[in-house]
């Protein structure tokens, strides 16, 4: 799991069709670029991204497979 402050891109959603549909239209797509800003003790995330706050809890936050962006280049 990504830490505070880490900028990562989204590389998969490992979701069910509801929420994988869900998700995008939050606007977390495959290839976008999220900050993680908060993460809550239980695994629960505050994701930035262009001035945008996203929650996700924690299982929603398992779902989405990320690598970091110096990895990624």
């Known amino acids: 799991m990504a830490s505070v402050g880490e900028s990562v891109r989204v590389m998969a959603l490992r979701a069910g069709r509801g929420l994988d549909r869900r998700l995008t239209e939050l606007g977390l797509n495959i290839g976008t670029e999220v900050m993680v800003s908060h993460k809550q003790s239980g ?8 001035g945008t706050r996203l929650a996700l809890g924690s299982g929603m936050a398992q779902k989405v497979l990320v690598m970091k962006l110096e990895q990624y280049q």
């Open 43 to 50: 695994g629960g995330l505050l994701l930035a991204r262009d």
